[in-house]
């Protein structure tokens, strides 16, 4: 490893929680994920707001909370200004879960440390990459350093960043599964052998895949005995894979069909829609399916996308149910658990172990003791957004009726002292601004929402009326003419024909989003307050666990780490007891590098070649080709966490020899001589200058297999003149 490179954990170290690490490769700062959990905790961020400024570019991995959810939060409020880049899939489904978790958010508490609106304005400055496309960072300080996204195989679009500088690889893997799933390729990981360095997570070191073919009997037992199933899922990532799965299992068996089958998240059709134009990062077999079968993926017949609560409940009876957040301490999963908890005929069924000291762990671990039914009490605290009613509605009703007053008092006021100032208005005019219609103003549209200026007097808007009358223009309709366009033939012509796909898709898309954003204003619009309630829970439905997560298990890791064989390894995002099995794993395997780092948050680690090697900066440099280089007489001295190199006294210096660094070919030295005004040319290899100088290369002493170039001639003053112009080609460290 020939660059200066230390690593810091910023979260996400010997625990679970949300991931998010800063890589610093010499003088650039790059910042691999910005997770943040559905709790929105600032306190959880206070490492990366003292870095955030310093930033240079940002890699995002996976479009769920746990890899981005501070992104926005980040950009808005700590300063991080930088390039960031992902995946065309996590680019366009990232703002979609963080809409999803706002509006989770917002349903249980007055939530204001971001909005919607910085969602937008954060992931709009990311920058998509195909898979496989190196990018260059753009910066002085990260010249040299390309990233490139390869399939990660957990979530569509999720990648594995590989980090180049000169000969140095670097290779940030986290949330990988080396399986192909339906609608997913597996992992590249296995590809990318022998890195300088992999940083790889330890969250599945203790876990071994069991059976998942269980899940459809669970959910057949369930409706038999007249009961529902809750799955809380991510809502862009895991969602997508489950929700395919069960989409091809009711189509394979029309006895379930009548069972309704609904995928709840607050940004479910936008969601599918974008997914339906990433084929490039799907599995082949999808992508063979649309070529042969024509069958667009994810174009549901049986899986009904909803994204209210009340689209749910009004069908009643049996049915399943993906509803988000995977937490379940808030959104509708959480909403939908505590109406259905108390039901022995219902299920749970957890396909993801949840954030640890969340709702769905202290589940997960009650399933580890019994699965199926059970009895279990404990108190939880339950935040909701209520409408108000009574006196309190009446108390809001009567606010808003005196706001309003107000306003449209103080409009008519600036209306009368307006027209009280307006001495040259005329006749006709003073006529329209007394029926509410001034000079100019749009009152009108046609279909298209283009809105026109359509007086009771026609006239030329653009003319501004002068001390002398106008003269008297005549009414005229507002009136537009709506003809069926043709062509030269005499046929109709369809525009919505001749629209891209890509735009009618956009088109489709943007439709959908107003249809859910319309809904969100509506009940935003609601008179409402937050209440906070302590409760008793009792919990007397079935529970049930398949793992679900798409991740690799122990034994998979533990199979991958010595093929891919890293000169150094970081492990990161793993409970203690997990990284610390892995670490020492990795210790006594032969094949494994015996360089591995477990660091804790905010704990630096140099992962350098040189362990004692440090940053610093000297003043007076030479320059040769594209190294800089120095002779340095110093000592260091450890006053802060990065050691200074104090210059030291004459009398402690060491004299040395001074040392010529650089390489010059002699036809390259002999346009140098011709610029200068020397003769010179070529004789049995040796270049001979003006008749008394010559320059040869021999073989390097001790064959160490390299040349050096020798200067002969006498001592004259073109032996000197033709000295000083080789120094010149090199770099002398006096």
């Known amino acids: ?50 870095v955030a400024k310093h930033v240079d570019a940002v890699l995002l991995t996976h479009a769920d909370l746990h890899h981005l959810g501070a992104f926005p939060y980040a950009v808005t409020n700590l300063g991080l200004s930088c390039v960031a880049y992902a995946t065309d899939p996590v680019r366009d489904l990232a703002p979609l879960c963080l809409h999803d978790a706002l509006q989770s958010k917002r349903a249980a508490e007055d939530f204001t440390l971001f909005s919607a609106a910085d969602v937008d304005a954060a992931f709009d400055r990311v920058i998509p990459l195909k898979a496989s496309q190196p990018m260059q960072l753009p910066g002085s300080r990260c010249k040299g350093i390309s990233v490139t996204a390869y399939p990660a195989g957990h979530s569509l679009g999720g990648a594995i960043w590989k980090i180049k500088k000169d000969t140095d690889e670097i290779i ?30 330890a969250f599945n070191t203790l876990n071994v895949h069991k059976d998942k073919r269980g899940g459809t009997h669970i959910i057949l037992q369930t409706a038999a005995n007249q009961g529902s199933v809750l799955i809380p899922i991510e809502s ?17 068996n029309p006895d379930i069909t009548k069972l309704p089958l609904f995928l709840l998240t607050r940004q479910s059709k936008r969601t ?66 505590l109406s259905m908890c108390r039901n022995r005929n219902n299920t749970v069924l957890l396909c993801d172990r949840g954030p640890p000291n969340s709702l769905a762990r202290h589940l997960y671990n009650i399933v580890k003791e019994q699965q199926g039914p059970v009895f279990a009490t404990f108190d939880i605290s339950e935040k909701r957004r209520v409408p108000l009613e009574g006196e309190e509605l009446d108390a809001y009703t009567q606010a808003e009726e005196r706001r309003k007053r107000e306003q449209e008092e103080a409009a008519q006021a600036a209306a009368a002292a307006a027209e009280d100032n307006d001495s040259d208005l005329s006749d006709e005019e003073g006529v329209a601004r007394a029926a509410g219609v001034s000079s100019g103003r749009q009152i009108g549209g046609d279909a298209g929402g283009n809105t026109g200026s359509f007086d009771f007097y026609v006239k030329d808007s653009q003319r501004t009326s002068g001390f002398f009358k106008q003269s008297r223009i005549f009414k005229m309709y507002p009136i537009t003419d709506f003809r069926r366009k043709m062509d030269d033939y005499g046929e109709l012509i369809d525009p919505a024909a001749f629209v891209h796909s890509d735009a009618r898709l956009a088109a489709a898309q943007a439709e959908q989003s107003e249809e859910e954003t319309n809904i969100e204003d509506e009940e935003e619009k609601i008179p409402s307050k937050y209440i906070k309630m302590d409760m008793n829970l009792e919990v007397r439905c079935r529970l049930h666990f398949i793992d679900f997560e798409g991740r690799a298990d122990g034994r998979a890791i533990r199979i991958l780490l010595p093929h891919i064989s890293p000169r150094k390894l970081i492990l990161v995002h793993g409970s203690e007891e997990a990284t610390t099995k892995l670490r020492d794993f990795c210790l006594e395997n032969d094949a494994m590098t015996n360089e591995v780092f477990c660091p804790v948050p905010n704990e630096w680690v140099n992962v350098s070649a040189a362990t004692e090697m440090h940053q610093v900066r000297i003043p007076s440099l030479k320059q040769s080709s594209e190294y800089e280089l120095a002779y340095v007489s110093g000592a260091s001295a450890a006053v802060t966490a990065v050691p200074v190199l104090d210059v030291l006294p004459v009398e402690h210096r060491r004299a040395h020899q001074p040392i010529i660094v650089g390489d010059v070919r002699l036809s390259e030295f002999r346009r140098v001589l011709a610029e200068a005004g020397f003769e010179a040319e070529f004789t049995a290899g040796v270049l001979v200058v003006n008749g008394n100088v010559m320059a040869r290369r021999a073989a390097a002493a001790g064959g160490g297999g390299g040349a050096r170039l020798i200067l002969e001639g006498g001592l004259s003053a073109d032996y000197y003149k033709v000295r000083k112009l080789l120094y010149n080609e090199h770099a002398v460290l006096m």
């Open 1 to 50: 490893m020939t660059s200066f490179v230390r690593f810091v954990p910023l979260s996400g170290a010997m625990d679970e929680g949300p991931l998010c690490y800063l890589l610093q490769i010499d003088e650039a700062r790059i910042l691999l994920d910005c997770g943040w959990s559905d709790s929105f905790d600032a306190n959880a961020l206070r490492f990366l707001a003292g």
């Open 172 to 201: 940030y893997a986290v949330d990988y599964n080396h399986a192909g799933e339906r609608h997913l390729q597996r992992s590249s990981l296995g590809l990318l052998t022998r890195p300088t360095l992999l940083i790889t997570d």
């Open 236 to 252: 862009t990532t895991r969602s997508m894979e489950l929700a395919y799965l069960l989409e091809g299992y009711w189509a394979a």
């Open 272 to 337: 599918i829609t974008v997914a339906k134009r990433m084929l490039e990062w799907m599995a082949e077999s999808i992508t063979s399916l649309l070529a042969q079968d024509r069958k667009v993926p994810f174009d549901f017949s049986h899986v009904r996308l909803v994204h209210r609560l009340a689209d749910v409940e009004s069908v009643n009876g049996p049915k399943v149910i993906l509803a988000s957040l995977p937490s379940m301490d808030v959104g509708l999963s959480r909403s939908l658990f």
